[in-house]
């Protein structure tokens, strides 16, 4: 069973780093800024979706959402609006973990920089099912291997 499970990790680890290679847009980090400070990142699972991990440093904590970008029709291009879904989970006094909503809207500039900013409603799970609506932020983030932004239509 270990054996599997080893097999298992090495396949979707081998999955996702060949589908961040073959991907036309570029993995970003950077920060986070409003209700919880963090830094933020992004990592291209193709064209969309991406993945976009977030590490909480006010209230010890990690989320990662799955995102899907849309270019907006005769926009300025570099500007995507995305929504995402995925979970959150909190280590700072007891555990908690949240299924959350990501909706937000970025702009890439020419040079290596996109700035965002995000609102992430969700259902605190093990906090008695409650709806939170609290978590918004500013982010700033720097794009490695810059090739350019790439309009997501």
């Keep these: 069973m270990k054996k599997f499970r080893i097999l298992f990790a090495l396949t979707v ?3 996702t780093f060949s589908t961040i290679s073959y991907s ?3 993995i970003e980090a950077g920060v986070r800024i409003g209700d919880n400070i963090g830094i933020d990142g992004t990592i291209p699972l193709g064209i969309s979706p991406r ?3 977030t590490v909480y440093l006010e209230n010890f904590g990690v989320g990662a959402y799955f995102d899907w970008l849309f270019a907006l029709n005769d926009g300025p291009e570099g500007l995507k609006f995305y929504p995402g879904v995925g979970p959150e989970f909190f280590f700072e006094n007891d555990f908690d973990f949240n299924i959350v909503g ?3 809207v970025e702009y890439s500039f020419k040079f290596p920089l996109t700035i965002g900013f995000d609102w992430r409603p969700g259902f605190a799970v093990t ?3 409650d709806f939170i609506t609290s978590n918004w932020g ?3 983030r720097y794009r490695f291997k810059e090739g350019g932004f790439r309009r997501v239509d």
Excluded: E, V, Y
């Design 13 to 15: 680890l081998c999955l």
């Design 127 to 129: 906090n008695d099912f």
């Design 51 to 53: 993945l976009h991990p």
């Design 24 to 26: 036309q847009t570029n």
């Design 102 to 104: 990501n909706f937000g």
């Design 138 to 140: 500013f982010m700033a």
